[in-house]
């Protein structure tokens, strides 16, 4: 995906998280920009991305070590900066929470965006399997990449905006009707189902 692409994910994703932590307008406006530079970092493993062309002396070396889409679309990378934030900022800086939860949860949403490309992202890195979301995939740079993740940012600002007015986000809204009708097998294969797993996370 572009950097652009990755930019409205970012935001898309993070507004979710702002409406599932009910996060409230101001602190989400300060710490936009950083879920925007969370969900630009991955690609650094690529001279040729826009946040590495941006800093070369750090995207060749990193490029020549893990290559593209390896070591920087992992799992493990996340894990190790969720650490390292936990031991070396929020012990001394506790109010810095919302900033590292937002650069984390923007850099899992560039992940997430890759995911939905053929190329799909190595989650579970060193082991070279790709995964991918099996819906749709995209093709770097073509329309539907746009199109996806503008529809993820109208999610987003649905469920960030309705949190905050007190009204139901959107996902609240499939779940209900999902449960209402149980004679409609897609729902309850693509939406329930999903949506059991990621309570199961969240819980
Ligand atoms: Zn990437």
């Known amino acids: 995906m572009n ?24 602190d989400m406006l300060v710490t936009a920009p950083v879920a925007i530079v969370g969900a630009l970092t991955p690609d650094l493993d690529h001279p040729k991305s826009r946040i590495g062309s941006l800093v070369p002396f750090l ?3 990193i490029s020549a070590l893990i290559g593209h889409r390896g070591f920087s679309h992992s799992g493990l990378c996340v894990l190790a900066m969720a650490l390292a934030f936990s031991h070396l900022v929020l012990m001394d800086y506790p109010d810095w929470t919302l900033f590292v939860q937002a650069w984390l949860i923007g850099y899992l949403s ?14 579970l890195w060193p082991n070279r399997a790709r995964w991918r979301v099996p819906l749709i995939w995209i093709r770097t740079g073509r329309e539907p990449e746009m199109w996806y993740v503008l529809i993820m940012l109208m ?18 809204l ?28 969240g819980g």
């Not at 950097?3 to 101001?26: C, F, M, P, R, T």
């Not at 997430?112 to 190595?122: E, H, I, K, S």
Request: net charge positive; proline share 7%; with cysteine.
């Open 110 to 123: 560039h992940m997430l965006c890759d995911a939905f490309t053929a190329r799909g992202v190595p989650l």
């Open 174 to 201: 499939l779940w209900q009707m999902a449960q209402d009708s149980p004679g409609w097998p897609w729902v309850e294969s693509y939406l329930l189902n999903p949506l059991r797993a990621l309570t199961v996370i």
């Open 3 to 26: 950097y652009k692409s990755h930019i409205y994910g970012g935001v898309a994703v993070w507004l979710h998280a702002g409406a599932a932590l009910s996060i409230g307008v101001n």
């Open 59 to 61: 995207s060749r070396p």
């Open 155 to 172: 999610l987003g600002l649905q469920a960030f905006v309705a949190t905050v007015g007190g009204a139901q986000p959107y996902y609240v």
